[in-house]
C-alpha cells in the first residue's frame, strides 16, 4: 500500500526565514504526489502537484518542491516565509488506481514576526 | 471556478440522531469523495464515488452511509450518530482520469458536534 509520512508535526520560523517542510512517500509504482494547504477554518487548496514531469515542481506563493526517486522524498519548500504562510500542510500520494489519495498527518507551519 | 460546496459549516447533533452531510459539485466531475479529517491523524477516507449510484468503501466506513443519486451530488449520512463520529467531514470532487487529473477539489468541510 502508499503511504506518506511527514517527519514534523509542527514546524516554526521566523518571517523572512526558508521554510523546509519534510516528506517521505512509499510507493510500488511511479506516483502522482501532490501538497495542500489548509488555512484556519479553511477546505483544503492544491499548492502543487508531481506527475513524472519535472522533478522541480513550483506551486503558488512561491513554494516549490523537488522529487528524489532516489531517497523517495517529496519535501516542500520555500525561500522566504511569510506571516500568511501559517497553515496545516499535507503531503498526498496517489494509491494504487490513481483515482485515490492518500494523506499524510499533516505539518502545522508556525510563522513569527 | 471550481467549486465543492458543504451544506453546513457547523452542526450539532445528538447522539442516536440520524445526519445527512451533503457536498454539490459544479465541475462534472465524476469522482466524489468524504474524508474525516482529525488532529493528528490527516485526512481518511470514508467512501468514495466514481459513477451515479456507484460506491467505494474507504478506509474507515463503519457506520456511515452514502448516497449518489445525481452525478453532482454525493451524500454522507450517520444512521445513528455517536459521540466518536464528532469530526470535521470534508468533501472533495475530481476528475476520473490520469496524470494531473487526479488532482482533488475540497469544499470548507462541516465541523460536526455529537452531544
Partial sequence: ?113 | DVKVTQSSRYLVKRTGEKVFLECVQDMDHENMFWYRQDPGLGLRLIYFSYDVKMKEKGDIPEGYSVSREKKERFSLILESASTNQTSMYLCASSLLGSGSNYEQYFGPGTRLTVT
Avoid at chain 1, 77 to 89: F, I, L, N, Q, V
Fill in chain 1, 1 to 113: 500500500a502508499q503511504s506518506v509520512t511527514q517527519l514534523d508535526s509542527h514546524v516554526s520560523v521566523s518571517e523572512g526565514t526558508p521554510v523546509l517542510l519534510r516528506c517521505n512517500y512509499s510507493s510500488s509504482y511511479s506516483p502522482s504526489l501532490f501538497w495542500y494547504v489548509q488555512h484556519p477554518n479553511k477546505g483544503l487548496q492544491l499548492l502543487l502537484k508531481y506527475t513524472s514531469a519535472a522533478t522541480l515542481v513550483k506551486g503558488i506563493n512561491g513554494f516549490e518542491a523537488e522529487f528524489k526517486k532516489s531517497e523517495t522524498s517529496f519535501h516542500l519548500t520555500k525561500p522566504s516565509a511569510h506571516m500568511s504562510d501559517a497553515a496545516e500542510y499535507f503531503c498526498v500520494v496517489t494509491d494504487t488506481g490513481f483515482q485515490k489519495l492518500v494523506f499524510g498527518t499533516g505539518t502545522r507551519l508556525l510563522v513569527s514576526p
